[in-house]
């Protein structure tokens, strides 16, 4: 009799549903009520009206096989290329309710001819892509007269560390709006050859083909990243997802919402990582060149300088640095604080074109 009683214990302690004696398992324990338990629901609730599906009719060209052979292309005079009409499906987030902005992922969207954008109560609208920038997978989508949106709160994805609960929610496989949850499982992944800027947050929130450009949201019910790849050996989840960092994507639709693309500059220098830091430099990235009459040379930046901090965020590798020169505006300042010769200073320099080499700057100081 004991022996039953401590199993029944036992098996309500590790999550199993056993019923001794007749008893169902809550009157065994009291204090269980359904209220209480654990859930994520009123946060879903919140959040969920604002991630939208979304579906894109475009058109490819493709190579013509029939191009390749030499008979047909001389007598049939064959296209080198096919044009062919493809459909996709993916998701978005609305990011401003009044003037109906949804952020999404550039892959999405980078054939549209037409988009249909779908919200959870089931409303169709019709899109516009107002701009989309390849380089971090960004589109900024527009719905056609707006009304009855709900946006999302922007959050602050430098804040984020790893272990933080998050929820991932879109439109895998077609299926609708999908919620899962997981961890933020690292920050600043690069090296995945995905995109040109890279700075990933990675996560095990189930993630399919169908979730990009949805929602990653954290606890507090603030977007912190918009869903843009998986490594998938078989084509499904297996626990290891990518987001693009939300401060990132704010910096692409700031420009996109206002000129419909983004405009890259240069500072004028190369970097590398530091491959052994210093006592001082734990982290940062090297100059290993400074072109002649660029903006940095004229900032009074040399080769070896360690760049510590750009307006104020400490710089943990070459490519972040690289990342936020390529997201400051032309004509806007980077702020650095460099290391020379174990001796910290300052240095003000601004982006300029890529073609112009004579910027204003300020030296160190």
Same mark, same amino acid.
């Given at each position: ?14 999550? $199993? ?13 009291? =204090? ?22 979304? &579906?894109?009719?475009? %058109?490819? %060209? ?21 044009? #062919?009409?493809? &459909? ?13 902005? !949804? $952020? ?19 409303? #169709? ?18 719905? #056609? ?12 994805? =430098? ?21 899962? /949850?997981?961890?933020?499982?690292? $920050? ?15 996560? =095990? ?12 949201? /954290? ?12 490594? &998938? ?39 590398? =990582? ?71 200073? &300052?240095?003000?320099?601004?982006? !300029? ?6 910027? %204003? ?5």
């Amino acid at each position: 009799m004991q022996l039953l009683r401590l199993l029944g214990r036992l098996s309500v302690a590790s999550g $199993l549903v056993w019923v001794l004696w007749g008893a169902p398992v809550s009157a065994q324990i009291p =204090d269980l009520h359904i209220g209480r338990l654990p859930t994520l629901a009123p946060l879903v609730r919140e959040v969920t009206p604002a991630v939208v599906n979304i &579906s894109v009719q475009g %058109r490819v %060209r493709e190579d013509n096989p029939l191009y390749q052979d030499p008979l047909f292309r001389e007598f049939f005079n064959v296209p080198r290329q096919l044009e #062919k009409e493809v &459909s996709a499906t993916g998701s978005g987030v609305i990011v401003d309710a009044q003037r109906g902005y !949804v $952020l999404t992922a550039n892959h999405v969207v980078a054939n549209a001819t037409a988009v249909q954008i779908r919200t959870k109560d089931g409303r #169709k609208f019709a899109g516009r892509v107002v701009g989309r920038d390849a380089p971090t997978d960004i589109a900024l989508l527009q719905v #056609k007269e707006p009304t009855g949106l709900k946006a999302i709160m922007l959050g602050d994805s =430098d804040a984020l560390q790893v272990g933080d609960f998050v929820i991932a929610v879109g439109n895998p496989f077609g299926l609708g709006q999908t919620v899962t /949850s997981g961890l933020v499982s690292a $920050l600043g992944r690069t090296g995945l050859g995905k995109h040109g800027y890279e700075d990933f947050i990675q996560t =095990d929130a189930a993630i399919n083909p169908g979730n990009s450009g949805g929602a990653l949201i /954290s606890l507090r019910g603030e977007l912190v990243g918009i869903n843009t790849a998986i490594i &998938s050996p078989g084509g499904g989840n297996v626990g290891i997802g990518f987001a693009v960092p939300i401060n990132m994507a704010r910096k692409v639709m700031e420009q996109l919402a206002e000129t419909g693309r983004v405009e890259r500059g240069r500072i004028g220098i190369a970097l590398e =990582d530091l491959e052994m830091p210093s006592a001082r430099s734990l982290q940062g990235a090297r100059i290993k060149e400074v072109s002649p009459g660029s903006p940095a040379e004229r900032a009074g930046l040399r080769r070896g300088d360690i760049i510590l901090r750009a307006n104020d965020i400490p710089i943990r590798s070459a490519t972040q640095m690289r990342n936020i020169i390529g997201l400051t505006p032309v004509g806007q300042q980077v702020r650095l604080t460099i290391e020379r010769e174990r001796v910290t200073e &300052s240095a003000t320099v601004e982006v !300029v074109p890529l073609n112009e080499t004579r910027p %204003r700057a300020r030296g160190p100081s």
